[in-house]
């Protein structure tokens, strides 16, 4: 099937996510274009990492549809349910697409900077130790810590650490990529050395990102679109320039107000 020129990389329609009884999205509707950068707002609680998560495969959903880049993630079929077997080929599928970067970096602890970046490659892309590990000094490169190939997370700072995990989400090769508070558990004089690499690969423009963040400068700056959620519902979504300047919904106004 050829692709529609505006057909969007990411859908969730009428998505509901439940724990429990405690329902976390609510008939979720929102569609991300290629390489559209989206920046997720919204109180502790609204359902922000829940719907990164369910991109990435890490929760599964209670109804309605996901599609990510073409593959049905999860589709409220009835009676024709996938296989096991069919659905674990389209985890892996998705995981190969989607790359994340969460608030707490998740380095592999025993493994250098380098062997970090280039463990995966090797593993899942199945690419050669040459041909991985001269890809991950290239990302090191480019996240600015091509002098610490051989450190191992202990001996980097925190910011040092986030940008090798931005490093080893990159070298998947992802077409979309999840940056989830990726700031929040960094001492304040590192922020802005991963601020600036987000930055750079934002202007870049090669991939689709969804993004949460409580950096509102951030957040105007690279967003194509910024959505607010409260109670797992988008409220209002727009340019940053409508939602910063001028958000029309009253809770929107409350949320920026309480946090500018
Ligand atoms: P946000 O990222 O916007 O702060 P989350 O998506 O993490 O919000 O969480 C949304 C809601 O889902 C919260 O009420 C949270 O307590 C609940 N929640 C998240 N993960 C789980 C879980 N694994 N089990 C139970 N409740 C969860
Ligand atoms: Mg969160």
Redesign the pocket.
């Known amino acids: 099937m050829v692709d529609q020129p505006h057909s969007p990389i990411i859908t969730f329609r009428e998505v509901t996510k439940k724990?429990?009884d405690?329902t976390?999205l609510e008939r979720l509707n929102l569609e991300v274009a290629p390489n559209e950068n989206l920046t997720l707002i919204?109180?502790?609680?609204?359902?922000?990492?829940?719907?990164l998560?369910i991109l990435m495969t890490l929760e599964n959903v209670q109804a309605g549809a996901v599609t990510v880049d073409g593959e049905a993630l999860w589709v409220d079929h009835g009676p024709d349910k996938l296989s096991e077997q069919a659905a674990a080929a389209q985890t892996r599928a998705i995981r190969r697409k989607v790359g994340m970067v969460f608030q707490s970096f998740n380095l592999f602890p025993h493994m250098s900077a380098l062997r970090n970046i280039a463990e995966a490659p090797i593993r899942v892309l199945r690419l050669s130790k040459d041909e991985a590990y001269d890809r991950a000094i290239e990302l090191l490169n480019l996240v600015g810590l091509a002098d610490k190939q051989n450190s191992f997370p202990i001996q980097l700072s925190g910011g040092q650490q986030q940008r090798v995990a931005i490093a080893r989400a990159l070298a998947m090769r992802p077409k979309i990529l999840l940056f989830d508070e990726v700031t929040s558990a960094l001492d304040p004089e590192t922020v802005g050395e991963v601020l600036s690499v987000i930055r750079a690969l934002a202007r870049e423009h090669q991939f689709t990102t969804l993004m949460?963040t409580h950096h509102m400068g951030l957040a105007r700056e690279i967003s194509d679109r910024v959505c607010f959620?409260e109670g797992?519902r988008i409220i209002e979504q727009g340019s940053p320039a409508q939602i910063f300047e001028s958000p029309a919904n009253n809770r929107t106004k409350a949320f920026l107000r309480a946090i500018l």
């Open positions: 724990f429990g405690v976390v919204g109180p502790s609680g609204s359902g922000k990492s829940t719907i998560r949460v959620l797992g």
